[in-house]
């Protein structure tokens, strides 16, 4: 989920090729707030505008998860399915989904961004008419590709210098969907690829080479290759109110969202920051995800599944009750808090069962954006639980911090800079069971990252990273880690 500020003057046009209205003339982008920005298709180049056999009514902006999709966008998806059919297979358009869910289940078909530091390039096109043309079969979907140098100090062991690729694609496609979208069946996907570019990279990871619970490059945290850590059906009904998947299941992409810290490739980067490191999240394991949100205020998420097999290995390996974990979100949705603007508020209970002990906790996950007109939001996750089933290794944690949107534009440095962004986050975690014996009992970590748009497909990363009593490591009491991170956005 890349930002994306202020469309007043939107800097996607190309030197030639500009399009002229017709008579849907609006295209759809989203900024961080999770707020749809239209713009006249004069002001986008046609090379990234559908094929006119679809129009723009199929045009579907990259929704942020955690944030309601707007008014305008399930509007403009409800409408495409008046059509009087029984069936429809593979439809070009996403299937009508309450808000929230909607955020949950859909990627768009619109990769591009704009307000770049290059916005003509001449390859962005490729990937953004790739995503056309798999919507209107149906499959629509998020790319991302990294490339992430990292240096650290303070290690316990291993290198100081780690470099590595990873990519993470999220598909769903869309099957069949019932006349005017009552029920929709689509399959759901994830797939990850690391890959270390140097022979300690495909080895070794900046967590464990720290000691630290946190992990400073959330992406890499999987066996050096590529992986399946979805793939489920998923079923829609009562018009979107109600959404079921089963198969191989992957929690986080349904529980524990945040607009505003939820992605390391393009938000902040520490696991602490994308993640609670206190629930009991599966990610590649059979299970269960049960969506139900009656109304535009509130929605509830049950998610459950086997906790006991490793990014990589066989959801099947040591199947069974003794390792599985049972998750509610109770979320609130309100459009407007005190004048301040959108927020989402979630509770997060849960029970887990980890080699046969059973423990309970529960999250508490939070964002608020800090004034209706503001760039400004602020984002944060709590949690405690017990010892022995806090799988990520805190048992306790703290991870609050602030965003600002387009600060360069703001500054009044370059009023054409819309989509960078810059953020701060602090830290604190206890261990739990899988870190003990520990060497510090309390683990602070502060993060602060800038993210630039380059193309709109392409942005860099610089980010520090700072961990005190890294809790594994007895060899020092504050590590730095200085991370630089391209991203790809297919």
């Not at 929690?251 to 520490?270: E, H, K, R, V």
């Not at 394991?285 to 998420?301: A, E, F, S």
């Not at 959108?342 to 069962?353: D, E, I, M, S």
Request: overall charge negative; hydrophobic content about 40%.
């Amino acid at each position: 989920m890349v930002l994306a500020a202020s469309f007043t003057t939107l800097p996607l046009c190309a030197a030639t090729g500009l399009s002229t209205n017709s008579a849907s003339d609006q295209f759809r982008l989203m900024d961080l707030l999770g707020q749809a920005h239209p713009v006249s298709t004069n002001a986008v180049a046609r090379e990234l505008q559908p094929p006119a056999a679809a129009g723009l009514g199929k045009q579907i902006p990259a929704e942020p998860k955690g944030e309601p999709a707007p008014d305008e966008v399930t509007r403009g998806i409800g409408v495409s399915k008046s059509e009087p059919r029984d069936w429809k297979w593979f439809p070009a358009t996403p299937p009508v989904l309450m808000p929230y869910l909607a955020s949950m289940d859909e990627y768009g078909n619109t990769t591009v961004q704009s307000g770049a530091v290059f916005p003509e390039d001449p390859l962005s096109r490729y990937p953004q008419a790739a995503k056309y043309w798999l919507s209107n079969i149906g499959l629509r979907y998020s790319f991302y590709q990294s490339l992430t140098l990292a240096s650290l100090t303070g290690t316990a062991a291993g290198a100081s210098a780690l470099q590595y690729y990873t990519a993470t694609f999220n598909g769903k496609w869309a099957v069949a969907e019932a006349s005017q979208g009552g029920t929709a069946g689509w399959i759901t996907t994830a797939m990850n690829v690391q890959q270390g570019l140097s022979p300690a990279s495909r080895t070794q990871t900046p967590q464990g080479n720290l000691g630290s619970i946190t992990d400073p490059l959330a992406t890499v945290y999987g066996p050096n290759g590529g992986w399946i850590s979805e793939l489920a059906w998923q079923q829609s009904f009562r018009h979107g109110q109600l959404v079921v998947a089963g198969g191989l299941v992957n929690q986080t992409g349904y529980l524990d969202a945040n607009n505003y810290a939820n992605n390391s490739q393009g938000q902040f980067m520490n696991s602490a920051l994308v993640n609670s490191m206190v629930l009991p999240l599966p990610i590649n394991n059979l299970g269960v995800n049960i969506q139900w949100q009656p109304t535009d205020d509130w929605y509830l998420i049950f998610g459950t599944g086997a906790n006991n097999q490793p990014p990589g290995s066989s959801p099947f390996t040591a199947l069974g009750i003794s390792n599985w974990s049972y998750l509610l979100e109770f979320g609130l949705t309100p459009k407007d808090v005190f004048g301040l603007g959108p927020g989402n508020y979630r509770l997060q209970p849960f029970v887990a069962t980890v080699g046969g002990q059973t423990q309970t906790g529960v999250g508490l996950n939070l964002d608020q954006q800090l004034g209706k007109d503001s760039p400004f939001a602020w984002f944060g996750r709590f949690g405690v639980g017990g010892t022995q089933v806090t799988l990520d290794g805190a048992r306790c944690q703290t991870a609050t911090g602030f965003v600002m949107e387009a600060p360069l534009k703001y500054a009044g440095l370059f009023p054409g800079l819309s989509n960078d962004y810059f953020g701060a986050a602090f830290i604190w975690s206890q261990p739990s069971a899988v870190m003990e014996p520990a060497a510090h009992a309390n683990e602070y970590g502060f993060e602060t990252t800038y993210l630039l748009q380059m193309t709109p497909v392409a942005s860099i990363q610089p980010d520090f990273q700072l961990i005190a009593n890294p809790a594994d490591n007895p060899n020092t009491g504050c590590a730095m880690i200085f991370q630089l991170q391209l991203n790809l956005t297919w």
